[in-house]
């Protein structure tokens, strides 16, 4: 079975663009989260969706926002990028939502800022 | 911010050895999960420990949490090149939006 599929798996912008981050979960899981993850440090939690709703939300700006798609599909968008939104972004997706779930991780994508 | 530290940062140590790693955390939690991150790969779940439990295994890995001291240990038993990583912990206290710690580096020297 395949896992989380993350696109692109790289990325290069410049500061003040826009950029669109797609994740496609492991079948027949309907929760998608997002993360950020700093170079040497640990993931962040940016936003939780479940069945197409929004079911949490980390601290990130409003320049931050994803959505989930009918096929449980997401995609993280970030509007006027900053030099510090370099970073790997995660996708992770799991069967429910709510607590006891293993989240299962795609490989990211890497997001560099000039 | 992060809601927890591993201790230690960086921890190296020969084939055949075991690797102890350890996590605390601020808030009260509903678990404890335990991840693998492979240099730019995404991260593997390992081990995922309830509030109520207190010790866990899986294969060589055994893990502890004591809630009272709010933190949680890793112990990797004997040790192979193949388990060079960085691990994390992550604290769940609601609805699985994971916080993670900022992770202990092991390095296995063969």
């Known amino acids: 079975d395949a896992g989380v599929t993350q696109s692109p798996t790289h990325l290069i912008k410049t500061r003040g663009q826009q950029v669109t981050l797609r994740c496609s979960p492991i079948?027949?899981?309907?929760?998608v989260s997002w993360y950020q993850q700093v170079l040497g440090q640990g993931p962040q939690f940016i936003f939780q969706?479940?069945?197409?709703?929004?079911?949490g939300r980390g601290n990130f700006p409003d320049r931050f926002s994803a959505r989930q798609f009918p096929n449980y599909s997401s995609e993280l968008n970030v509007n006027a990028l900053l030099l510090g939104d370099s970073a790997l972004y995660l996708c992770?997706?799991?069967?429910?939502?709510?607590?006891?779930?293993?989240?299962?991780f795609g490989d990211g994508t890497r997001l560099s800022i000039l | 911010s992060q809601q927890g530290e591993e201790d230690p940062q960086a921890l190296s140590i020969q084939e055949g050895e075991n690797a102890t790693m350890n996590c605390s955390y601020k808030t009260s939690i509903n678990n404890l999960q335990w991840y693998r991150q492979n240099s730019g790969r995404g991260l593997v779940h390992l081990i995922l420990?309830?509030?109520?439990?207190r010790e866990k295994h899986s294969g060589r890995l055994r893990v502890t949490l004591d809630t009272s001291k709010k933190s949680s240990s890793l112990l990797i038993t004997a040790s192979r090149a193949a388990d060079t990583a960085s691990y994390f912990c992550a604290t769940d206290d609601a609805g699985n939006m994971l916080t993670f710690g900022g992770g202990t580096r092991l390095m296995v020297k063969p």
């Open positions: 079948s027949g899981h309907k929760s």
């Open positions: 992770a997706s799991s069967l429910e939502d709510g607590s006891y779930q293993p989240q299962h």
């Open positions: 969706y479940y069945e197409k709703e929004e079911r």
């Open positions: 420990i309830r509030s109520n439990e």
